[in-house]
């Protein structure tokens, strides 16, 4: 996965929104959070497509976060894109997309789907997943990582002349048996080491409280925004 800075190149204002995109090379899959104005020019440049954008997530119905929404989607729309695309919001958002299809008196040729962001988990593919938390007047966000399970051992299985089917799966997720004469067969001794997940957070107010350190400890920040 590469985090790519989509205001990194703007002038450097203190109070200025950041939009980033999570760009998944191998499964071609774009999730694009906040759409600052321009945007799609800069995933151009960096020779992204826009059309392998699925899952767009606005931290907060600002201004600098929104602007360049309504320009991405006619745009997706003028490639004659079919596939629907999923946008986690606030309430709220919804009437400005709109109106501004009214404005500029078109329609979308795909389908739109809309979330009301709240706690919990909101949007996952096979290797990642994105939380979101309220955190009263803002949502603070953290993108997890899964777990990664070592190599099977085959070998070892055969050896213990276990038989060929669900269980070899069970033992390569970690999953320990007891046998009848109370052998203990431990699964994580049937593959290589695991990779431990990453977590990122993405954080919106310099100032947080208890419940915020918990969820983002031994987190790496993506994004730190100051609040003026």
């Known amino acids: 996965m590469e985090i790519i800075n989509l205001t990194r190149n703007q002038p450097s204002i203190v109070n ?3 939009s980033f995109i999570l760009n998944f090379q191998y499964s071609k899959d774009i999730w694009i959070l906040n759409c600052s104005q321009g945007c799609q020019h800069l995933m151009e440049r960096r020779n992204l497509r826009i059309n392998q954008i699925s ?16 320009g991405l989607l006619s745009s997706l729309s003028l490639i004659n894109r079919k596939k629907r695309i999923n946008i986690y919001v606030s309430k709220g958002i919804e009437k400005y997309i709109i109106l501004g299809k009214r404005y500029a008196k078109t329609n979308f040729r795909y389908c739109i789907y ?16 994105i939380y979101t938390f309220n955190n009263k007047l803002n949502f603070e966000f953290l993108l ?22 669900p269980i070899y799966g069970k033992l390569k997720n970690g999953c320990s048996f007891l046998l009848p004469d109370g052998i203990i067969i431990d699964g994580h001794k049937f593959t290589k080491l695991h990779k431990s997940g990453t977590k990122k957070s993405i954080l919106s107010n310099k100032y ?19 609040i003026v």
């Open 16 to 18: 200025i929104k950041t």
């Open 55 to 70: 899952n767009i997530i606005l931290t907060e119905n600002h201004i600098d976060n929104i602007s360049g929404l309504l």
């Open 114 to 129: 809309m979330y009301i962001l709240k706690t919990g988990l909101i949007v996952k593919n096979q290797d990642y997943q």
């Open 144 to 165: 997890t990582e899964k777990n990664k399970f070592g190599k099977f051992k085959l070998y070892k299985a055969q050896k213990f002349r276990f038989p060929v089917g």
């Open 208 to 226: 947080h409280n208890r419940n915020n350190v918990e969820i983002n400890h031994k987190s790496k920040i993506i994004e730190y925004r100051f």
